[in-house]
């Protein structure tokens, strides 16, 4: 995959990404990344990229010949190439919009500043506005660089174990269960007994339970999609309230942190 950003501070960008998964994916050839710098296109002694907006009002704009001379850089002219903007009032960025980033061959992403960019910018050259969230950010930068991230881990081969780009939080619209690793007992505090069961159909079953209780006292709006659930989730949910109305009566083994001995 090749991604483009269309940023006033390259350096942000480059430093940002010269580490860890994002970094090994560029040295693995599954991601090409470049900057595209509008100040390179302008042609006045101050290298001027934004002013004042007509109309008035505080706050500037950036201009539209070298922000549109960068994006035309960076897409070389072919009007076939995704051209996102990172915007406040842009659609929301999802685990599904990383997803189709992610299968395309290529792409540019333009870095918002100041006030925001010329409209017509917007109109002409702009695919599709994309915003990390209801809050305003001094620049597009991060925007773009979480959306670079959460797509270049989606690559074939970029993560080390495949499989868990998939079991993770928001794929198939559910929270991630939790997880434990060793010891099984810290400071106190113990880990569901089936995790050490070696049942793997239970460890599987009281995963997916998880899951979808955590989906749905964390996040309704997800909680919401998932409906109706499927028979087998049905049935986990069933057994999972059933259990938890039991343990209110007397406390029982399954659903409840208690310590366990340490396997080792
Ligand atoms: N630029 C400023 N705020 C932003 C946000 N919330 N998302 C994306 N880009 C932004």
Same mark, same amino acid.
């Given at each position: 995959? @090749? ?5 006033? !501070? ?33 042609? $006045? ?8 907006? !007509? ?7 950036? =201009? ?11 897409? =070389?002219? $072919? ?13 929301? !960025? ?27 910018? @917007? ?38 174990? #495949? ?5 993770? /939080? ?5 929270? #991630? ?27 599987? *079953?009281?995963? @997916? ?8 006292? @964390? ?5 919401? *999609?998932?409906?109706?659930?499927? *028979?087998?989730?049905? *049935? ?16 029982? /083994?399954?659903?409840?942190? #208690? ?6």
């Amino acid at each position: 995959m @090749r991604v483009d950003v269309v940023t006033l !501070f390259p350096e942000l960008i480059l430093q940002a990404t010269s580490h860890s998964i994002v970094q090994r994916a560029q040295a693995a050839g599954s991601l090409e990344l470049d900057c595209v710098n509008p100040r390179d296109f302008t042609h $006045d002694r101050h290298r001027t990229v934004d002013d004042c907006p !007509f109309g008035g009002g505080a706050g500037m704009v950036m =201009k539209a010949e070298p922000l549109v001379a960068a994006i035309e850089s960076a897409t =070389k002219g $072919d009007p076939s190439v995704p051209v996102l903007l990172t915007a406040p009032d842009g659609e929301p !960025f999802t685990q599904a919009l990383a997803q189709e980033l992610a299968a395309l061959p290529r792409w540019v992403v333009v870095c918002g500043h100041y006030e925001g960019i010329d409209e017509r910018v @917007r109109e002409g050259w702009i695919t599709r506005e994309v915003s990390l969230g209801d809050y305003v950010l001094t620049g597009g930068e991060l925007a773009a660089l979480v959306m670079l991230d959460a797509t270049v881990r989606l690559l074939p081969g970029v993560l080390g174990n #495949e499989e868990s780009a998939q079991e993770e /939080s928001f794929e198939g619209g559910v929270l #991630e269960y939790p997880h434990y690793t060793r010891p099984a007992v810290f400071r106190g505090r113990g880990i569901p007994e089936v995790l050490t069961s070696g049942h793997h159909a239970n460890v599987a *079953k009281w995963r @997916r339970t998880q899951a979808l209780v955590r989906t749905r006292v @964390r996040r309704p709006d997800l909680w919401e *999609k998932l409906l109706p659930l499927s *028979k087998t989730d049905q *049935k986990l949910l069933d057994a999972y309230e059933a259990e938890a109305a039991q343990a209110q009566v007397e406390p029982s /083994s399954a659903w409840v942190d #208690e310590p366990v001995s340490n396997p080792e």
